[in-house]
């Protein structure tokens, strides 16, 4: 991971769970070394497999008492192979800012430069998941409105958990909003929650995060000058 020929992503699925593939559970890496095929049974499979800790220990896990471990751990991470292309020409790698799209160019369309704000806020919502994440979990994102106008009607708005939220902060620099914010997504992109919001159809929010709020400001400090090229975010750790 550290030369970056391995990467992270956050545990989506139960059928990530074959021979050789390799997780982050509590803190610990986890290589699941043989799945028992025997008992397969289509979608009600629940074999035994075999996995072996990077503390030398090992353990027989049930196929979906392992898969549910990574639900009640909000950390559980699976390791890939080879690391994924960034679009953009922002990143020269996982988790590094580089290239023509970080210099500061204001962003323009036919009718001049694009203005906006870069505002961050914190959910409100009474759900127990949402509730869980208290201190942790913040919605980055950009609008040409006034803020103000933009977080009106929050509770009918999917895009904010169909909840009130609490702005926390705002930033109008010289450096391209729009930008800022798309920079803030892609160096925290293995801290993105994944959470689905139903309010007459299922909506799943891009734009919150799972990173304490000194680290979202401090990553806005290296954006804007430029330091941020040195430097990544490790969300098992939670440090920049």
Same mark, same amino acid.
């Given at each position: 991971?550290?030369? *970056?020929?391995?990467? $992270?992503?956050?545990?989506?699925?139960?059928?990530?769970? %074959?021979?050789? #593939?390799? !997780?982050?559970?509590?803190?610990?890496?986890?290589?699941?070394? #043989? %799945? +028992?095929?025997?008992?397969?049974?289509? &979608?009600?499979?629940?074999?035994?497999?075999?996995?072996?800790?990077?503390? *030398?220990?090992?353990?027989?896990?049930?196929?979906? #008492?392992?898969?549910?471990?990574?639900?009640?751990? =909000?950390?559980?991470?699976?390791?890939?192979?080879?690391?994924? $292309?960034?679009?953009?020409?922002?990143?020269?790698?996982?988790?590094?800012?580089?290239?023509?799209?970080?210099?500061?160019?204001? +962003? &323009? +369309?036919?009718?001049?430069?694009?203005?906006? $704000? %870069?505002?961050?806020? =914190?959910?409100?919502? =009474? +759900?127990?998941?949402?509730?869980?994440?208290? *201190?942790?979990?913040?919605?980055? *994102? !950009? $609008?040409?409105?006034?803020?103000?106008?933009?977080?009106?009607?929050?509770?009918?708005?999917?895009? !904010?958990?169909?909840? &009130?939220?609490?702005?926390?902060?705002?930033?109008?620099?010289? !450096?391209?909003?729009?930008?800022?914010?798309?920079?803030?997504?892609?160096?925290?992109?293995?801290?993105?929650?994944?959470?689905?919001?139903?309010?007459?159809?299922?909506?799943?929010?891009? =734009?919150?995060?799972?990173?304490?709020?000194?680290?979202?400001?401090?990553?806005?400090?290296?954006?804007?000058?430029?330091?941020?090229?040195?430097?990544?975010?490790?969300?098992?750790?939670?440090?920049?």
């Amino acid at each position: 991971m550290k030369s *970056g020929r391995r990467y $992270t992503k956050r545990f989506e699925s139960a059928e990530s769970i %074959v021979p050789g #593939s390799t !997780f982050i559970l509590n803190g610990i890496i986890s290589y699941v070394a #043989s %799945v +028992d095929e025997r008992q397969r049974r289509g &979608k009600d499979y629940n074999g035994r497999i075999r996995v072996i800790f990077d503390n *030398g220990t090992e353990a027989n896990y049930l196929w979906r #008492s392992f898969a549910r471990a990574f639900y009640e751990d =909000e950390n559980g991470l699976q390791i890939l192979e080879s690391a994924p $292309t960034v679009s953009g020409p922002l990143f020269g790698g996982v988790g590094h800012v580089s290239g023509p799209l970080f210099t500061g160019e204001p +962003d &323009k +369309d036919e009718f001049g430069e694009v203005r906006g $704000t %870069v505002y961050i806020v =914190e959910s409100l919502s =009474e +759900d127990p998941n949402i509730v869980a994440l208290k *201190g942790r979990l913040y919605k980055i *994102g !950009f $609008t040409t409105q006034p803020v103000g106008k933009r977080l009106a009607d929050v509770e009918n708005d999917p895009t !904010f958990l169909c909840s &009130k939220v609490q702005l926390r902060a705002t930033y109008e620099t010289t !450096f391209s909003p729009r930008k800022l914010e798309q920079l803030l997504h892609q160096f925290f992109a293995h801290a993105n929650l994944q959470l689905e919001v139903v309010l007459g159809r299922s909506v799943t929010p891009k =734009e919150w995060f799972v990173v304490p709020l000194d680290l979202v400001e401090e990553a806005v400090t290296r954006i804007l000058d430029r330091s941020i090229v040195n430097y990544r975010y490790d969300a098992v750790s939670r440090k920049i």
